[in-house]
Each structure stands twice: as structure tokens, then as C-alpha cells.
């Protein structure tokens, strides 16, 4: 694997990060990469070009003479093609130029771009994109300090940045591109590309080809309790019996019974 220093904005050393040789260390296929340009600049075509036919000319649609009896050739209108200030035939009309490119040779220009550029030693890694103040001044002497006599900068930065976007974007020869917008046409077009080291670490995965599978991790289930003690919990506890009342005995009867008595 390749390895390269990693810089500060201060231009001093402050460590190394290995890079990933299927996206940092191919042979540039100049193919790939011919392909690439031509796809990106198709697609930045306006196409926005007209010209007016026959039905869209001004002019009058009055037939000029009829048809037969005077000699000359027939005619039916002064808009017609084989006038002056006619209509033109077959001309342009408003379309798109662009087209699709498979994946496969996106990423593979874009790959053999990152190679190019380690491979000319035109490649500068940050250890970070923070800066004081959002003033140009102060960012262009650190440009000076990294490269002095670069003219034209590729800045590639993995998330928002406010004050690296406002302090880059008034200076001539200098593009600020997300890690996820990056095309091998704006490689190409710059001289120099400063990348910091999380934009590396995202390029690495996203064009790498042997991708490291992550583990998927999956939370243990709370533990169950047996069924038998689910019932029980469900069931409403049963109220305590109240004690039963203590019968009363029963009073013993006499053994000569009174008669009653008759009514008269």
C-alpha cells in the first residue's frame, strides 16, 4: 500500500495514512478517462439552440398568384424554404446531450484519476479542513504555504464546511467539491488536490472493490418465562376464603310436646 505523509494547514508534517492500492495505486487506463470527460462536458450542454421553420416565420399565408395560367412557377406562400426570409428546413431544435455512462467506468476513470495524481506526486493530504476565520486572505497564504507555485487547487471536503466554502470560493483557480460529488474531470482540470483524511477514508470505501463486511449486530431478546408462570401472572390472584361462620346447635325438643289447643 502506498503510503503518504499528512499534512496541517501550516504546511508541517503531523503523521502518514496508508492508502488503498486498488483506488490509489492502478495503471491509469487513459480510455477510461477519455470517456469520462467526454460524458461530463456532454451533459454541461446547454442545447438550447432553434431555429424557426415554416409555420413559425412571419409572413403572410396568402397564395401569391394561381395556381396555372401565368407561366411562372406555383407558389403558396412567402414563408416557404426556397425564399428569402423563409423558413429553414431540418434545422435545430432545443434538446439534451447528455447520456448515461455505465457505473463501472465511472468509477474506473475516477480510480485511475486518484492514481494519476498520487503517481505525479500531486496529491496532499490534510489532517483537517478547520480554519479561524472565514476571511480569503488568511486561506490563500496557507495555500501559498502548502504549494507556491501552484496555480490551481481541487479541494475535496467529507462534510459541511462554512468557513473553508466561503473562503475558498473568491479565489481564481480554486474548487471546493464534497468527497461524493468528485468527478475525474475536475481532477484533471486542476494541478493540485488537497484531500483531507476523512474525504480519504470515504473515497476508500466507496471505491474500493474488496469492501469489508461488517458484522450486523443484533440485540439479545429479553429473556421469556415459562408458560406455566405467564398463566399464573395473568390469572387474578384468588381471594383468601373467609373463615365460615360456626353453625349454631340446634335446640333439642322436648320430648312431650304440648297439644295445641282447638278453637271452640
Not at 503510503?3 to 508534517?13: H, I, M, Q, R, S
Not at 396555372?68 to 434538446?95: C, D, F, N, Q, Y
Request: no cysteine; hydrophobic share 35%.
Amino acid at each position: 500500500m502506498p503510503v503518504v505523509d499528512v499534512k496541517n494547514l501550516a504546511g508541517k508534517t503531523v503523521g502518514q495514512v496508508e492508502l488503498a492500492d486498488d483506488v490509489f495505486g492502478v495503471t491509469p487506463n487513459q480510455h477510461l478517462l477519455h470517456e469520462a470527460v467526454r460524458h461530463h462536458l456532454a451533459g454541461k450542454r446547454s442545447g438550447t439552440h432553434k431555429t424557426k421553420d415554416k409555420s413559425e416565420v412571419s409572413g403572410s399565408g396568402k397564395k401569391l398568384w394561381k395556381q396555372k395560367g401565368t407561366g411562372r412557377a406555383r407558389v403558396g406562400s412567402i414563408r416557404s424554404p426556397l425564399w428569402r426570409h423563409g423558413g429553414t428546413v431540418h434545422g435545430p431544435v432545443p434538446r439534451k446531450y447528455d447520456y448515461a455512462l455505465p457505473k463501472k467506468m465511472v468509477l474506473g476513470a475516477l480510480r485511475s484519476a486518484l492514481s494519476a495524481k498520487l503517481a505525479e506526486q500531486k496529491l496532499t493530504i490534510l489532517d483537517s479542513w478547520k480554519l479561524d476565520t472565514h476571511k480569503t486572505k488568511p486561506f490563500a497564504d496557507a495555500l501559498g504555504k502548502l504549494h507556491k507555485e501552484t496555480r490551481t487547487f481541487l479541494l475535496v471536503e467529507s462534510g459541511n464546511n462554512e468557513n473553508l466554502e466561503r473562503a475558498s470560493r473568491n479565489i481564481d483557480g480554486v474548487t471546493l467539491v464534497p468527497a461524493s460529488g468528485l468527478d475525474a474531470y475536475d481532477l484533471l482540470r486542476h494541478e493540485q488536490l488537497l484531500l483531507s483524511r476523512e474525504a480519504v477514508a470515504k473515497l476508500s470505501r466507496a471505491l474500493s472493490a474488496t469492501k469489508p463486511e461488517v458484522p450486523v449486530q443484533i440485540e439479545a431478546a429479553p429473556a421469556t418465562k415459562p408458560a406455566a408462570e405467564t398463566k399464573a401472572a395473568k390469572a387474578p390472584a384468588k381471594k383468601a376464603a373467609a373463615p365460615k361462620a360456626a353453625k349454631k346447635p340446634a335446640a333439642k325438643k322436648d320430648e312431650k310436646s304440648k297439644p295445641k289447643a282447638k278453637k271452640g
